[in-house]
């Protein structure tokens, strides 16, 4: 157990639905990040959210938003799903933004439109 | 802004071979260095990182080595083992308006043949 949970674990959905993807951080860390990694692919950076305020923004589509809540809890909403979003998404979470102590990693949620 | 290249993209050895993992950053005051190693279906997760003021790190079979002036740094797996066969992510800490992320390498798929 990493200490970063990620609910729920499998999802899947039909296309022009909306899903909630949800993430709570390791004790103690202020940063959450989302990513997204789709077969055999890299992992691309969606969105960071520090203390509750977005920091930065990657290759996030429109359709596709966060939030982080004030007991750090960070929740990411995408829309208007089309086959392509099938993905895993994974949030990582830091001690405060710096990258000195690396990030923590959830086991992914594995959303799936069909 | 950072770029991290990694090579080779997939990479086959021999059980009990060694394995050696390469990756180039772009931005020179990047001063932090981590590798995740992920398994099928999991999260990726941190197992060696290097800091600047550091050229060499090892943990039991497996070492970072890190040449600032070239601005390249290298996971080096010894006496390589079945449960090594993962894909290997190699990343460098970047700077922005004094929020720190973490720059991904594309990933290397090592498998490891009996």
């Known amino acids: 157990d990493s200490g970063v949970t990620q609910t729920p674990k499998h999802l899947i959905t039909a296309t022009g639905q909306r899903v909630t993807l949800r993430c709570s951080p390791r004790s103690g860390d202020l940063s959450v990040y989302w990513y997204q990694q789709s077969l055999d692919q890299g992992l691309q950076f969606l969105i960071q959210?520090?203390?509750?305020?977005?920091?930065a923004k990657g290759n996030i589509l429109e359709r596709f938003s966060a939030q982080q809540f004030p007991d750090l809890h960070s929740e990411l909403n995408l829309s208007s799903l089309e086959l392509g979003d099938s993905a895993l998404y994974f949030c990582?979470?830091?001690?405060?933004?710096?990258?000195?102590?690396?990030?923590?990693f959830g086991s992914g949620t594995r959303l799936t439109v069909v | 802004g950072e770029n991290v290249e990694q090579h080779p993209s997939t990479l086959s050895v021999q059980e009990g071979d060694s394995a050696v993992i390469k990756c180039t950053y772009s931005d020179s005051a990047s001063n932090y260095f981590p590798w995740y190693k992920q398994e099928l279906g999991k999260g990726p997760q941190l197992i060696i990182d290097?800091?600047?003021n550091v050229g060499e790190k090892k943990d039991q079979r497996i070492a970072v080595t890190l040449n600032k002036t070239a601005k390249h740094f290298s996971l080096h797996i010894t006496e390589t083992q079945p449960e090594d066969s993962a894909v290997y992510f190699c990343a460098a800490r970047w700077t922005m308006d004094s929020n720190y992320q973490l720059i991904w390498g594309a990933g290397t798929k090592l498998i490891i043949k009996p």
């Open positions: 959210y520090y203390n509750g305020e977005e920091r």
């Open positions: 290097i800091r600047s």
């Open positions: 990582a979470s830091s001690v405060a933004g710096a990258g000195n102590y690396g990030y923590t």
